[in-house]
C-alpha cells in the first residue's frame, strides 16, 4: 500500500489495492523521460546478472523441489503471461500441504535487463493485478528495462486464498458503523469482531494460521529463485515495504537492489501505529481542506475548522439517517471509506472527493458509495473482484494478534482524537479489530537488514496511510538502506510527479546507482 488496511475493525491501515493506492495514475504513468544520473552515487548496488553460486539452492534441502521448480508461462491476455508454482503451506513441514501462488508478467517494452518483482501492499492486493497495470504504476525505463512480475501472496487474489464471509455478509461488514456511538452498535460491532474471526478458521481451515508476512517472504525467494534470478530485484508499495524489508532480513545475501515506498515502521506497535496512521489521515484531509479554502469560495466553510466541522457533521447524519442509492443504503461505513480513499491521491480530490461530498450535501450519495466499493473491490454485480478485504484481517492478526477488549476502547478516545479529531475515534475501534481471531500469532521477525545491498527507501512528507515518520524510522532501522523524500500529498513517492524521485528510484533500479546519502528532492 497501497488503501486502508482496516476495514471497520482492523487494527492497522496500511495499503490494499483497489486502485487508489495500487497504481498511481495522476503522477505520470506515460512519462516517458530519459533517466536522470544522481549528481552523486556510490558505487552500483551489486545484482548484476552474471551468476553467484547457490543462487537456486534452497536454504534447506527439503525445500529443494520448490526451488527447483520450472515455469510455465501461458499466454493470459494484454500481451501478459501467467504461471502458477507451489510452496509449502507450513514451511516447518515442507513435505506436507502445498499450496499455489499465480505469478504474472509484464514482458519489458525495450532492451530487457531482468526481472523486476512487485507488490503493491494491503496486505492483500493482488501483485498479478499491478504487473498488468504496469502502464499506470511505473515510467517507461522501468517497463523497457525490466519483466515486471507480480505475484498474489499466500492468501490472496488468484493464490490459494483465504475466505472469511460470504458476500452479503462483507457487504454488512463494511458497511458497519466503524465509531459505534450507542449499545446497539457497539453490540453489533462486537458482534463482526467475532464473526470474521472465527469464519477465516472455519472457511478458511489451515490456510488462516499461514499467511504472515514471514512466511510470504519466504514465498518469494522461491519466486527469484524460480525466475533464475540469483538476487531479487522488488518494487514494495505501502505494506509491500514490510514485506521486502523482511525480504531483507530473511535472505539479505539474495536482497538486490529494493525499492521500499510508502515505507511501514516495522517496530511500531499496533497502537502506535494505529495513532501515527490517524495522524496521516488528519494531515491528508487538512490539506485537503486547506486546498479547498484557497480556492474561495469553498462549499465546506469559512475557515478550516468550520469546513472539518461541516464533514465532521455530515458522516453524524449519515450515522442517524443512511442515503438512499437505488436500491442501496450509503451507510456511515461506506461514507467513511468513500472520504478516506481519495486521499490517497491529490488528483483525486477535485475528480471525486470534492463532486461527491457536494452530491452527498445534496443527498445524492451514488458517487461516495462508488468510491466505498472501489475502495473494497466490490462490482456493480454485488460480488467482489478479490478478497482483499478478508485477506486483510488474516494477515495483519496474524502477525500481530494485539487487541484490546471493546469495553476498554472509550479510554483510548483522548489519545486518538488528539492525533484526530476527524477520524481518531474509527482507529480507536480498531484496536478491538484481532479480538475475534482463532489463530496462534506469528513468530516475531526483528528486522535490521544487516548484510542485504544497498535498500532505497522511500518516504513522502504529507502520505496519509504510511506517515513520512514511518519512511524515516525504516531507512534508520535497515543498515543498508538510503532515504529518498518527495514534499508532497498522496500516498507512495514513486510516479507521482516529482522526477528527481522518479530519476532517483529508475537510475537505482536500472544502473544500481545508489545516493551517497539521504536524499530530499522537494516538492
Known amino acids: 500500500m497501497k488503501r486502508l488496511t482496516v476495514l471497520v475493525v482492523l487494527p492497522l491501515l496500511v495499503l490494499a489495492g483497489c486502485g487508489f493506492a495500487v497504481w498511481q495514475v495522476a503522477g505520470g504513468a506515460d512519462r516517458s523521460g530519459t533517466l536522470g544520473s544522481p549528481a552523486t552515487s556510490s558505487p552500483s548496488a551489486d545484482t548484476s546478472p552474471s551468476p553467484s553460486p547457490g543462487g537456486q539452492e534452497a536454504p534447506e534441502p527439503a525445500l529443494q523441489t520448490f526451488y527447483d521448480q520450472q515455469l510455465s508461462w501461458e499466454p493470459c491476455g494484454a500481451g501478459n503471461e501467467c504461471a502458477t508454482i507451489d510452496v509449502p503451506l507450513d514451511y516447518d513441514d515442507p513435505t506436507g500441504e502445498k499450496i499455489e501462488l499465480a505469478l504474472l508478467k509484464n514482458p519489458a517494452d525495450g532492451d530487457r535487463k531482468g526481472n523486476l518483482v512487485v507488490n503493491p501492499g494491503g496486505p492483500g492486493s493482488p501483485g498479478t493485478d499491478y504487473a498488468k497495470n504496469a502502464d499506470f504504476a511505473f515510467g517507461k525505463p522501468v517497463r523497457d528495462a525490466f519483466d515486471i512480475i507480480g505475484f498474489d501472496p499466500r492468501g490472496t487474489g488468484s493464490s490459494t486464498a483465504v475466505d472469511c464471509l460470504t458476500d452479503k455478509d462483507l457487504d454488512a461488514y463494511i458497511a458497519t458503523d466503524p465509531d459505534p456511538d450507542t449499545p446497539a452498535e457497539v453490540s453489533e460491532f462486537s458482534g463482526w469482531v467475532k464473526k470474521i474471526g472465527s469464519g477465516c478458521s472455519e472457511r478458511s481451515g489451515d490456510l488462516a494460521a499461514h499467511v504472515s508476512t514471514g512466511e510470504a517472504a519466504r514465498d518469494m525467494d522461491v519466486v527469484r529463485a524460480v525466475l533464475g534470478d540469483d538476487r531479487l530485484t522488488y518494487f514494495g508499495a505501502s505494506y509491500g515495504t514490510k514485506l521486502g524489508a523482511t525480504y531483507a532480513e530473511l535472505f539479505p545475501d539474495r536482497a538486490g537492489r529494493l525499492v521500499l515506498d510508502g515505507a511501514v515502521d516495522v517496530s511500531l506497535s499496533s497502537r502506535e501505529a ?112 478479490n478478497n482483499s478485504s478478508e485477506a486483510i484481517y488474516a494477515i495483519n492478526c496474524l502477525d500481530d494478534s494485539t487487541s484490546l477488549p471493546v469495553g476498554k476502547i472509550p479510554g483510548q478516545f483522548a489519545a486518538f482524537e488528539k492525533a484526530s479529531p476527524t477520524f481518531g475515534r474509527v482507529f480507536a475501534w480498531g484496536l478491538a479489530g484481532c479480538g475475534g481471531s482463532k489463530v496462534p500469532e506469528a513468530d516475531p521477525i526483528k528486522i535490521d537488514g544487516s548484510g542485504a545491498a544497498p535498500i532505497l527507501v522511500v518516504g513522502t512528507t504529507r502520505d496519509p496511510a504510511t506517515p513520512y515518520t514511518w519512511a524515516q524510522a525504516l531507512a534508520s532501522q535497515l543498515e543498508s538502506a538510503v532515504l529518498l523524500t518527495r514534499d508532497g500529498d498522496g500516498h507512495t513517492g514513486y510516479n507521482m510527479g516529482n522526477d528527481c524521485v522518479d530519476d532517483t528510484i529508475e537510475g537505482y533500479l536500472i544502473d544500481g546507482d545508489v545516493p551517497t546519502g539521504d536524499k530530499d528532492c522537494g516538492s
Open 274 to 385: 494505529s495513532i501515527e496512521q490517524a495522524a496521516g489521515f488528519q494531515t491528508a484531509l487538512t490539506a485537503y481542506v486547506d486546498d479547498c479554502l484557497a480556492d474561495a469560495p469553498c462549499f465546506l466553510g469559512d475557515d478550516r475548522q468550520a469546513a472539518l466541522d461541516r464533514i465532521t457533521a455530515f458522516l453524524d447524519q449519515v450515522d442517524a439517517q443512511p442515503l438512499t442509492v437505488g436500491d442501496r443504503k450509503l451507510s456511515v461505513g461506506n461514507a467513511f471509506y468513500g472520504i478516506v480513499a481519495p486521499l490517497y491521491n491529490k488528483d483525486y480530490w477535485d475528480t471525486f472527493l470534492t463532486p461527491g461530498l457536494k452530491d452527498a450535501f445534496e443527498g445524492d450519495a451514488t458517487t461516495l458509495l462508488m468510491l466505498s466499493d472501489f475502495y473494497s473491490s466490490r462490482g456493480a454485480d454485488g460480488t467482489y473482484d
